[in-house]
């Protein structure tokens, strides 16, 4: 869908900070210049040009905050969002702001009290066959649980809903295919007031940021719930629906749709 100059105007003034998923959006399979049919400099170009304008990019991720520090040094982000929200880090790790979504003090007593709910027990025998842990990243997060598979989101928050309402099963997007699963997803399993939308909330207010500055780009149903917390969202995967009036669809089959939103930003003089 083109992006049209009077839809970004009716929500967006100058951009200041920019929310933006990592593995999908402007990276693929983790590497910067890699695309599922060879290699672009565009995305590096555009976060170079994002850098140089001032602009924050602030990296909105399922990987742990470890895991991201090294990917934020060699880019150059001072701030990011990691663990689906768990995780606020600033100055690149200076300060961390913890949304753990429940009365815990550790992440730790976080991933133990969703191990006693039962929850992850009772999805994986539910829905067997189609869903079982993410391997080795199940296995490595500290703070909560990881499967993969391919589930009818309405069919699991349904089940989520009535059986565990203290708790979301949260699809952060397509990952590469996975044992039996050709198309799968990757699903956090996390307290119910945990996720991105929430972390963006806490760091508009954390930081005294306005609506009309911010933008989010992403290719997931988790990435767009950022939509109701920025001006304008840009999702890169068509087969993600949405009703959200301030979301603009942009085409990322060739692993080029980062750059192409930027550079749209920077020609009409919005960075």
Not at 37 to 51: C, F, H, S, V, W
Not at 103 to 128: M, P
Not at 165 to 184: C, H, T, W
């Amino acid at each position: 869908m083109d992006i049209t100059l009077q839809k970004l105007r009716k929500f967006l003034d100058k951009v200041k900070v920019i929310y933006s998923d990592v593995d999908g959006t402007f990276v693929h399979n983790g590497c910067l210049f890699c695309t599922k049919d060879g290699y672009t400099l565009r995305n590096a170009e555009a976060i170079y040009t994002l850098l140089s304008a001032g602009i924050d990019v602030v990296m909105t991720s399922g990987r742990e905050k470890e895991k991201l520090k090294d990917t934020a040094r060699i880019l150059g982000f001072q701030n990011y969002i990691a663990n689906l929200g768990i995780e606020i880090v600033y100055d690149q790790g200076e300060k961390v702001i913890n949304n753990y979504g429940i009365d815990v003090t550790s992440q730790q007593d976080l991933k133990s009290w969703i191990e006693k709910t039962g929850v992850v027990n009772n999805i994986l025998d539910k829905f067997a066959g189609k869903v079982t842990f993410y391997k080795p990243w199940s296995d490595i997060l500290r703070t909560h649980f990881l499967l993969i598979g391919e589930l009818d989101n309405n069919e699991i928050d349904i089940f989520i809903v009535n059986y565990f309402p203290k708790l979301r099963i949260i699809d952060n997007g397509a990952v590469p295919p996975y044992q039996d699963f050709k198309n799968p997803h990757a699903y956090h399993i996390v307290p119910k007031n945990v996720g991105k939308k929430e972390a963006v909330r806490i760091d508009k207010s954390e930081r005294n940021l306005k609506t009309q500055n911010l933008i989010g780009i992403g290719d997931s149903l988790e990435d767009v719930s950022i939509a109701d917390e920025v001006a304008v969202f840009f999702l890169l995967d068509e087969n993600v629906k949405t009703s959200k009036e301030n979301v603009i669809y942009i085409s990322n089959t060739d692993g080029e749709g980062f750059s192409r939103i930027v550079y749209f930003l920077k020609n009409y003089n919005l960075l």
